[in-house]
């Protein structure tokens, strides 16, 4: 098993995914799968390789710090599950 | 009507043999008989696009007609349409309205066409067989007991069951061209950066990329006339001119080199489907066209580097939907940690699950060098690769997809086994480079993709060669049964 069930709960803890118990042996030994498919990486020979960001070398551009955007605060909240005067409402996180 | 091009549809809106009402009754009516079969459109939007007619039609009288002036197409599920729901093939986003319209979306509207509805994907245009989408899997006209190939396999679909006559699609590691090789139709990719991703709902950011689907080259090169611009609104545009990739369509091949990748012709692959491509490189061959043999040797590091860099970059672009700010919010959540992980649980599918997982794999402590930074190296190697071969050659070609259409379940439990559909499509977006894919021909009555790579920005090129080929043989004019 090239990953361990503890190793998958760290990671669905850290990507915010509920896995539920009768599926993670499933879900263990198919990631195991693609994971070893990627660690066919490895074995490609990379020293002095600048790792490629964009293919054509492209940057960012700047523009002036100017408004361009009219506020569409309404429009946009039409789309939230739940919202009050213009903010958005989760589950009590302070008692 | 439906067996007319986008080209002929033009000339017939304009001379007025027909009205672009008439037009789209004719396509919505053809939707609401036929998609039933193939459940390649999720939602159509009739009421606008009779309205979005009758407007194009006194435009056409009265004369100031854009360029796609009352031409029905479709949108992919991926492009935010505004006030029209946009689900991306997830159960997340099936209540998402946006409020905005793509800059693709937009291009559209201001050339003129009409927007019938929008095409069923693999939930977040992760698949190579639209068996992920939430909506159900979209069956390929040619054999409906088979796959349209994915993600935009009901874009695929729809074109080629005559349900529109193009429609709009997305390219990641292979989205459009494999769709559109197993669909019999023609689909681009264009150069990253050539299409505004800007409202195109971001799968991985660093390759993907919109592009148009159709019958033929010819209508490609003028949905790309539409759908390219240099857009203000995402920072990876590139500032290009966009030629008119209709004027040279019609240049001769003689001379052209045509390069041939000995590893894209290896184990695996159908002698079908080889066969096919060799009898279309013959006749390229034929009208002058060279072909050279040419090597990429790091191909098969592609697979692998793309299953890191994609679900890395996946992972984090997926973040943001976390039940608060739209989409899928699950039933009584306890706290915020309940919420979050109820709602991503339930609102994502397996295969969405899966890549998150594996992204957040390789982009934890410890592991970003050996994956996520080794993948970008591996990527380099692969770019060098056809930057070698454009020394050489002026466009490659081969085959789009290892074999014809596969059978609904066929790739089994084993995610890799689907991934490997897509072993030569991947590289060219990893190298950000064009690619495109037109029928060539039939294994067991299934169609074969031929696809062409160019080098940067020489999409002209690609559609130049594509119509050449496909002004000398009938394969992208053949239709499925019972379509015609």
């Not at chain 1, 361990?4 to 195991?32: C, F, M, P, Y």
């Not at chain 2, 009421?47 to 029905?72: H, I, S, T, W």
């Not at chain 2, 290009?240 to 990748?261: E, F, Q």
């Not at chain 2, 899928?328 to 649980?345: I, N």
Request: with cysteine; glycine share 8%.
């Amino acid at each position: 098993m090239i990953i361990e069930r503890q190793e998958i709960e760290k990671l669905a803890t850290l990507a915010r995914i509920a896995i539920d118990d009768s599926t993670i042996n499933e879900v263990t030994e198919r990631l195991g799968s693609v994971l070893e498919l990627v660690d066919q990486l490895q074995a490609a020979d990379t020293s002095g390789v600048d790792p490629m960001s964009h293919p054509l070398q492209a940057t960012q551009r700047l523009r002036e710090d100017e408004v361009s955007e009219l506020n569409q605060r309404e429009a946009l909240q039409t789309t939230a599950p739940d919202t009050e005067d213009g903010l958005f409402l989760v589950p009590k996180v302070i008692e | 009507m439906h067996n007319l091009t986008i080209a002929e549809l033009i000339r017939g809106l304009q001379s007025k043999e027909f009205s672009s009402v008439e037009l789209t009754q004719h396509f919505l009516a053809r939707i609401a008989d036929l998609d039933p079969n193939y459940n390649a459109v999720i939602t159509v939007t009739a009421d606008q696009a009779l309205k979005a007619a009758a407007a194009a039609d006194q435009r056409l009288a009265a004369g100031n007609a854009p360029a796609l002036c009352g031409v029905p197409i479709l949108h992919k599920d991926i492009f935010c349409t505004n006030g029209v729901r946009t689900s991306c093939g997830s159960k997340m986003l099936d209540n998402f309205v946006p409020p905005y319209n793509a800059t693709v979306v937009e291009n559209f509207e201001q050339a003129g066409a009409v927007v019938l509805g929008k095409t069923n994907m693999d939930e977040f245009a992760m698949g190579s067989s639209n068996e992920t989408s939430f909506y159900g899997p979209v069956k390929n006209p040619w054999a409906t007991d088979c796959v349209p190939g994915g993600s935009s396999g009901g874009s695929a679909a729809a074109v080629a069951a005559r349900l529109a006559p193009g429609a709009t699609a997305t390219d990641t590691g292979g989205s459009i061209r494999q769709p559109a090789a197993l669909c019999g139709i023609t689909g681009l990719k264009p150069t990253y950066g050539r299409v505004s991703r800007w409202g195109m709902i971001a799968f991985a950011s660093s390759l993907d990329q919109g592009g148009p689907m159709a019958r033929s080259a010819e209508d490609c090169a003028i949905m790309l006339n539409c759908m390219a611009s240099f857009d203000d609104k995402d920072s990876t545009c590139l500032e290009r001119d966009v030629p008119d990739y209709s004027a040279t369509l019609g240049s001769s091949i003689k001379g052209l080199r045509i390069g041939v990748p000995g590893e894209y012709f290896s184990e695996g692959l159908n002698p079908g489907t080889e066969q096919a491509v060799r009898a279309a490189l013959a006749e390229l061959e034929a009208q002058g066209a060279e072909l050279v043999d040419i090597s990429l040797p790091n191909t098969g590091l592609s697979v692998p580097a793309y299953y890191v860099i994609a679900p890395a970059e996946a992972s984090a672009n997926l973040s943001r939907f976390d039940g608060v700010k739209y989409g899928y919010r699950c039933a009584d959540p306890t706290d915020l940690q309940d919420l979050y992980t109820r709602t991503r649980a339930e609102g994502f599918g397996e295969e969405v699950q899966r890549r998150i997982l594996i992204g957040t794999y390789c982009l934890s402590a410890g592991y970003y060098d050996a994956y996520y930074g080794k993948a970008q190296q591996v990527r380099q190697l692969i770019q060098q690769d056809f930057a070698n071969a454009f020394e050489k050659v002026d466009v490659i070609m081969g085959p789009t997809c290892p074999s014809p259409a596969f059978k609904f379940g066929s790739k089994g439990d084993d995610p890799v086994a689907m991934y490997l559909e897509d072993i030569y499509t991947i590289a060219t977006n990893l190298a950000g480079l064009p690619g495109m894919s037109l029928p060539c021909g039939m294994v067991d009555d299934k169609p074969v993709g031929l696809q062409i790579i160019g080098n940067y920005f020489d999409e002209a090129r690609m559609l130049n060669v594509a119509h050449q080929y496909q002004q000398a043989t009938d394969w992208h004019r053949a239709a499925p049964e019972g379509i015609a």
